[in-house]
Nanobody, 117 residues
């Protein structure tokens, strides 16, 4: 059974930082690209960042230079370091995994990030 468990969300002031974590189980981690997506109320889900098993990264333009995605294959986890947070970053952040061979995709339950003064 595949499980993606996110943690680290919360309320932060504009300009602050948060670090999200996603612990994966039930997959062959090194065969999966990992990603973070977000969904704000009334908006479509959007890509935040992805990272391949080899460490290649991709970011949405809106977060480049502020967010950093990383992964630790030894503990099957992916992280999202978010700095210089803005109110428009407020959303539910969801962890995603996609197998590079089968393209099978799984989602976590999400963690709420609220940026507000």
């Amino acid at each position: 059974q595949v499980q993606l468990v996110e943690s680290g969300g919360g309320l932060v002031q504009p300009g602050g930082s948060l670090r999200l974590s996603c612990a994966a189980s039930g997959i062959t981690f090194t065969r999966n690209t990992m990603g973070w997506y977000r969904q704000a109320p009334g908006k479509q889900r959007e890509l935040v960042a992805t990272i391949t098993s080899g460490g290649s990264t991709n970011y949405a333009d809106s977060v480049k230079g502020r967010f950093t995605i990383s992964r630790d294959n030894a503990v099957t986890s992916v992280y999202l370091q978010m700095n210089s947070l803005k109110p428009e970053d407020t959303a539910v952040y969801l962890c995603n995994t996609k197998n590079i061979y089968t393209l099978r995709t799984y989602w976590g339950q999400g963690t709420q990030v609220t940026v507000s003064s």
